[in-house]
Each structure stands twice: as C-alpha cells, then as structure tokens.
C-alpha cells in the first residue's frame, strides 16, 4: 500500500502491543504493526538508544498526527511508518567556514 499523492495522512492512533511493538492506525483505514528495536538498536546515537528503555519506549504520543516521543525528542516520517520500513538516515556530516581551504580559508 502507498500513500495517495493529495490525500493528507495522519496517525489518528497508536497502541502499544509489546515490547518495542506499536499498533499503528492512519487517517486511510490502513493499520500496521510496527516493531522499532531494529531500528533502535542499530542506532549509534544515544539520544536514540535511549528509548530501547520500554518505559521510556511506551511514553509516545500523537500530536497533530505525527508519532513523537518527548516534544519531538523522537519522531518518525510519517511515509515511513505508513510504509512500515524505519529507516536510519546517516546523519548529516556539514562544514563550516572555519572548517578548511574548500571554502577559501587557510588554517
């Protein structure tokens, strides 16, 4: 199932099941279980792998349709989750000026 070019989607609720399970149901009728240890696990971030903690795992809430974990501490794509694939994005190495040569500056 793919999400409707147009169609806003929402989480309109959440359960947890187990675990690091969560019962997922979006706005379309689609409802999807979803385990997040994986995703946890590989993390190598502590602010993430922090919520391997199930009591901490189970302190979720949907706010404005979106699934977080502590003000925004924690949160998802909404794309993913719908699509049950959590992805770890590599995180984003950038560069200042004061970095080097490749912005014009001798160190």
Known sequence: M????????????????????????????????????????????PGIRKYLDAERFKAFEISYGNLVWNDYDLCFSIEDLYSGQLIAQEA????????????????
């Open 2 to 45: 793919s999400i409707t070019e147009g169609i806003e989607l929402n989480i309109i609720d959440a359960v947890w099941v187990s675990g690091l399970k969560l019962d997922i149901s979006f706005s379309d009728g689609t409802q999807r279980e979803l385990d997040f240890e994986p995703f946890l696990s590989r993390s190598d971030q």
């Open 92 to 107: 984003f190495n950038s560069k200042v000026a004061e970095d080097g040569p490749e912005y014009g500056l001798e160190k």
